[in-house]
């Protein structure tokens, strides 16, 4: 638990505040079980050290076309930045991912980016 955590204050003070957090990176850098991982990370946003964001990926494949700090900020069509296409929103293909919040910034003593 201890190394999870310590792990993702490490990858956040490394980026000086950019990295994009979430459960497959913790896990390659940990090896800790994706469960543990998950909880962890879900803890940590109850505590206000991290905040979710939401990745709407191409369906082509070709990256994030979309990001927004909640899922209802997603329009239900969109113009893909990436490919040109119109796509349709589909809840079960938005990725989360996690970044630091203020309040973790100053705990590592990090100015925000
Ligand atoms: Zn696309």
């Known amino acids: 638990m201890e ?3 310590s792990a993702i204050k490490t990858a956040i003070e490394k980026s000086r505040g950019r990295a994009v957090i979430d459960e497959e990176n913790v896990r390659n850098v940990t090896s800790a079980p994706l469960n543990l991982v ?55 293909r938005v990725e989360v991912h996690f970044v630091a919040t203020a309040d973790l ?4 003593s990090i100015s925000p980016p």
């Open 3 to 5: 190394t999870v955590i």
């Open 105 to 108: 910034l100053i705990d590592l």
């Open 38 to 92: 998950k909880e962890l990370l879900v803890e940590l946003v109850g505590h206000s050290k991290l905040e979710p964001r939401f990745f709407w990926p191409c369906e082509d494949g070709l990256g994030t076309t979309r990001e927004a700090t909640n899922v209802s900020d997603f329009p239900l069509v969109i113009e893909c930045r990436r490919c040109g296409k119109s796509h349709h929103f589909d809840a079960a």
